[in-house]
C-alpha cells in the first residue's frame, strides 16, 4: 500500500479516538496541572507562582487542616474496603466457583445488583434505612436482641465515615466478586483434580491451591478499589452534602476538591487550589498505581499459569 | 455422606443470607414507596396491601420534578455515547492491532492512561475549556467527556477481541481487493458484535449512573440527568418520605429492568476474561 494511502487510513482509524480522548482526557489534566502554579488576584489575572500553592495546601493551617483530615479520613475508607470489601468479594467468589453448586447464576446476578445502581440512589437509600426516623434498622437490631447497638451512625462524627465505608463495601463488593469468579473458573482443572486425589477437602483446595493462583487478580481488585476510593465523592455528596459532616468527620479527598474548586457556604470557590488539589489526587493516584505495577505485579507474576 | 449434605446446606445459607443483605435495602425501598405514609413509618417490613397502597409519592415527583426530561436527558447522553465509544474505539482497536506503524506500542500506552487515572481530576479545566467553547450546560460537553471516559477501557476490551478474528478472514477479503474501509465495516465489524455486551456494560452504567459530571457542567433543568435531577429532588423533598421513596424507585426500577433482562449477557462478559 502507497505510504500516503497509509497514513490516511492511520487519520481515518485511529484520529476520532485520539482526537476526543486528547482533547477531552489528557489535555484538561495536563492543563489543571499547569495550573496548579498559578494564583488569580482580583481582577481575574493569571499569575505564576511555581509550586507555592502545594506549600499553602499542605502547610498553611487555613488549608491543610482540612486536607490532612480528608486525606486521612481517605485512606480509613481505603483500609475499610480493603479489610471488608475484598475478603468478602473473595469467600463469595470461593463459595459461587464450588463445583456443583445450584443456583450459582441467581446468587451471582442478586449479589451484582446493587453494583449497578447509582451511588446517589443507594446512598439514599441507606440513609433512610439507617435513620432513627424509620427505624427499620434499629428494629431489625431489636429483633435479633440487639436493639441497644442502635445509634444514629451516619449522623455521629466517631462513625459515620467507617459508616460511609460499609454502606459502599455494600455496594461495590460485587466487582471483586465478579473479577476473582472468573480468575477462579481459568484455573486449570487438573490442578484442583490432582489435590481432590490426594484427599484435600473443598476449603483446603481453596486455601492453599486457588487463593494462590489469584493472587494477581487480587492484586488488580486492589489497585482499582485504590483508585476508586482515592477518587470517591457522590456517596459522600449525597448522604452528607459538599460539607462532608458532622464536622468535616466524613470529608475525603473528592468533597475536599469539590468544596476547594466550587466553593460552598463557608468559602469561595478558587479553581487554581481546586487544580492544586486535583493534581495532588493525581500523585498519589500515580503511585498507587504505580506501586501495584512495579512491585505488587512483579511479585505476582511468578504464580501465573 | 452426611457430612457433604451439610456442608452444601451450609454454602446455600451463606449465600442465601447474603442475598438477602443485598436486594433487601431496595426491596425494602421500592415496597415503601407504593404506601401510604402511615403505612410506611407503621409497618415498614410489610409489603403493600389494598389498604395500605398510595402513588401519592409518585404523582408528586411527576408534578414538582421535570423528571421526564431528566430521564429523556440520561437516555440521550448515554446512547450517544455509548454508541460512539463504540464505533471509535473499534476503529482505534482494529488499527492498533491490525497494522504495524512506528510508535503503535507507544500509541496504545498512551490511550490506555485513562483506565486508570479518573478525567475527574481534569475537571477544572474541562469546565473553562467547555465555557470557552461555549458548551457550558449542554447535553453535547457530557458526551464529549463521556466519549473520551469510556474509549480507554473499550479500546483495550476490543483490541483483544479483534485479536480473535482469524487472519485468514481478512486476508481472503484483501486478495479480492476489498478496501480497508470496508473489510473493517462489513468483515470485521460484525464480527465484533460478543463484544459488545462487555463494552456496553463498562460505558453505560458509569455514564448512567455520573454525579459528578452533570453537577459540574449542567445548571439548568433542561439539562440535568436523572442522577442530578433526583439527587437535587431528594436534598429538596427530604422531609417528604412519600416523595423519597417514590423517586428513589423511579431511578431504581429502569435499571434493575434492564439489569434482569440482559444480565446473562452482561456477567458473561464480565467474566469473560477479557479484562486480566
Known amino acids: ?305 | 455422606m452426611f457430612n457433604q449434605r451439610a456442608q452444601v446446606v451450609g454454602v446455600h445459607i451463606i449465600l442465601i443470607a447474603y442475598s438477602a443483605l443485598a436486594v433487601g435495602p431496595i426491596l425494602l425501598v421500592v415496597m415503601n414507596s407504593f404506601k401510604a405514609r402511615n403505612a410506611i413509618f407503621g409497618a415498614p417490613l410489610a409489603p403493600p396491601t389494598a389498604a395500605t397502597f398510595s402513588l401519592i409519592g409518585y404523582a408528586k415527583v411527576f408534578n414538582a420534578s421535570h423528571i421526564g426530561t431528566y430521564f429523556m436527558n440520561s437516555l440521550i447522553v448515554t446512547l450517544i455515547s455509548m454508541g460512539l465509544v463504540l464505533l471509535f474505539g473499534a476503529m482505534a482497536a482494529w488499527a492498533l492491532t491490525e497494522y504495524k506503524f512506528r510508535g503503535s506500542t507507544a500509541l496504545a500506552l498512551f490511550l490506555s492512561i485513562g483506565i486508570m487515572v479518573p478525567i475527574r481530576l481534569g475537571s477544572v479545566a474541562i469546565l473553562t475549556m467547555m465555557r470557552k467553547a461555549g458548551l457550558n450546560d449542554t447535553l453535547t460537553a457530557l458526551i464529549l467527556v463521556y466519549i473520551a471516559q469510556g474509549l480507554p477501557l473499550s479500546i483495550f476490551i476490543l483490541s483483544e477481541f479483534v485479536q480473535q478474528i482469524p487472519k485468514d478472514l481478512r486476508d481472503a477479503a484483501r486478495c479480492d481487493g476489498v478496501p480497508e474501509t470496508r473489510i473493517f465495516f462489513e468483515v470485521v465489524a460484525p464480527l465484533l458484535r460478543p463484544a459488545i455486551a462487555t463494552v456496553a456494560v463498562f460505558t453505560i452504567v458509569p455514564i448512567w449512573n455520573d454525579l459528578w459530571f452533570p453537577l459540574i457542567l449542567t445548571s439548568s433543568d433542561s439539562t440535568h440527568t436523572i442522577t442530578l435531577g433526583v439527587q437535587q429532588f431528594l436534598g429538596q423533598y427530604i422531609t417528604d418520605w412519600n416523595s423519597v421513596l417514590a423517586a428513589l424507585s423511579m431511578a431504581i426500577l429502569p435499571v434493575v429492568a434492564i439489569y434482569v433482562i440482559f444480565s446473562r449477557q452482561l456477567i458473561s462478559g464480565l467474566t469473560a476474561g477479557a479484562v486480566k
Not at chain 1, 21 to 30: A, E, G, H, R, V
Not at chain 1, 43 to 59: I, K, P, R
Not at chain 1, 76 to 82: L, N, Q, R
Not at chain 1, 108 to 131: C, K, Q
Open chain 1, 1 to 305: 500500500m502507497p505510504r500516503g494511502r497509509f497514513l490516511g487510513l492511520l487519520a481515518l482509524f485511529l484520529g476520532p479516538a485520539v482526537a476526543v480522548y486528547t482533547l477531552f482526557s489528557i489535555y484538561p489534566l495536563i492543563a489543571t496541572m499547569a495550573l496548579s502554579t498559578y494564583t488569580t488576584d482580583n481582577s481575574g489575572a493569571y499569575h505564576f507562582l511555581g509550586v507555592a500553592n502545594f506549600g499553602t495546601l499542605l502547610l498553611d493551617p487555613d488549608w491543610s487542616v482540612h486536607f490532612w483530615n480528608a486525606a486521612k479520613n481517605n485512606l480509613i475508607f481505603f483500609i475499610v474496603h480493603m479489610l471488608v470489601q475484598n475478603p468478602i468479594g473473595i469467600a463469595l467468589a470461593g463459595l459461587l466457583s464450588l463445583p456443583g453448586l445450584k443456583l450459582k447464576g441467581l446468587y451471582r446476578t442478586i449479589i451484582f445488583l446493587p453494583t449497578m445502581l447509582s451511588v446517589v440512589i443507594v446512598g439514599f437509600a441507606w440513609n433512610l434505612i439507617l435513620s432513627p426516623l424509620w427505624g427499620v434498622a434499629e428494629g431489625a437490631l431489636k429483633a435479633v436482641g440487639l436493639g441497644s447497638w442502635f445509634a444514629p451512625w451516619l449522623g455521629l462524627p466517631s462513625t459515620a465515615l467507617v459508616t460511609l465505608a460499609l454502606i459502599s463495601v455494600w455496594q461495590f463488593v460485587g466487582i471483586p466478586l465478579m473479577l476473582i469468579y472468573a480468575a477462579l473458573l481459568n484455573i486449570p482443572d487438573e490442578l484442583v483434580d490432582a489435590a481432590r486425589v490426594d484427599g484435600l477437602g473443598q476449603f483446603r483446595i481453596f486455601l492453599h491451591i486457588k487463593l494462590p493462583l489469584v493472587l494477581p487478580t487480587i492484586g488488580l481488585v486492589s489497585v482499582l478499589t485504590f483508585v476508586g476510593n482515592f477518587n470517591a465523592f457522590d456517596l459522600i455528596y449525597s448522604v452528607k452534602g459538599a460539607l462532608a459532616g458532622p464536622n468535616f468527620a466524613s470529608d475525603i479527598l473528592g468533597t475536599y476538591f469539590y468544596r476547594t474548586f466550587f466553593g460552598n457556604q463557608l468559602q469561595l470557590g478558587n479553581p487554581t487550589m481546586g487544580a492544586t488539589v486535583a493534581t495532588v489526587m493525581f500523585f498519589i493516584i500515580l503511585v498507587g498505581v504505580c506501586l501495584y505495577l512495579f512491585i505488587v505485579q512483579r511479585r505476582l507474576r511468578r504464580y501465573t499459569f
